[in-house]
Structure formats: C-alpha cells, structure tokens
C-alpha cells in the first residue's frame, strides 16, 4: 500500500514562491503528478514526473513557471511553484500510479493520492 504524506503551501503574494513535497511511503520509483482544485473548479492536471526523473510533462497554465523534479534518494518528489499568480490559488493534490516509465497527465491513471495541501496566492 501506498501513502503520500505532502508539505509546504501556504499563503504568498503574486510573484512570489512556493515549494510542495510529497514523500510516498512503500515503494520508490513511481511516477508521481500533482493536481490542483480550485474552489468550483475540476480538479486539472499540473505537472508530472516518471519514476526515474528523466520524463516531465506540465499543464499549459503552468509551464515556464512551476517545475516538478524528485530526489530518489529521499524518496521526495517537489514541485517548485515561481511567479505564482492569483489563478493559482487551489488545493493541490499529490498523487501516484505504478508505472515507472510512463508520466501520466490524467487522473484515472493515478492510483494513490496525497491529502491536499492549500496554496494561496494573493494579489
């Protein structure tokens, strides 16, 4: 079974920085992905990363300014948020799926997910 314990968020001003973290626990080497909901929003795709590092795929909305990088020998994936925008502002989800090779941008393929954690960008 696998969990994912998520850190960081909070509160910052437009063009500021955040960093998330999310250390999944019983088994390493899995692609991990981040998701976001905003309040009457979808839950939509942000960024993703296969086991191994060396895949990455982003949302449109986010390219250019997030980056998800992991350390394996942490067993941490982070999701690095710059010039955050008020549209950015959404809790954001952690999650997991057991395919090592194979960076997936939808939420059905995901099997595991973290608990959230609130980002909130202010103008």
């Known amino acids: 079974q696998v969990q994912l314990v998520q850190s960081g968020g909070g509160l910052v001003q437009a063009g500021g920085s955040l960093r998330l973290a999310c250390a999944p626990s019983?088994?390493?080497?899995?692609?991990m992905g981040w998701f976001r909901q905003a309040p009457r929003k979808e839950r939509e795709f942000v960024a993703a990363i296969s086991g191994s590092g060396s895949s990455t795929r982003y949302g449109d909305s986010v390219k250019g300014r997030f980056t998800i990088s992991r350390d394996n020998a942490k067993n941490t994936v982070y999701l690095q948020m710059d010039s955050l925008k008020p549209e950015d502002t959404a809790v954001y989800y952690c999650?997991?799926?057991?395919?090592?090779?194979?960076?997936?941008?939808?939420?059905?393929?995901?099997?595991?997910w973290g608990q959230g954690t609130q980002v909130t960008v202010s103008s």
């Open positions: 999650a997991a799926h057991l395919s090592d090779r194979i960076v997936y941008v939808t939420m059905r393929d995901y099997n595991y």
């Open positions: 019983g088994r390493t080497l899995i692609g």
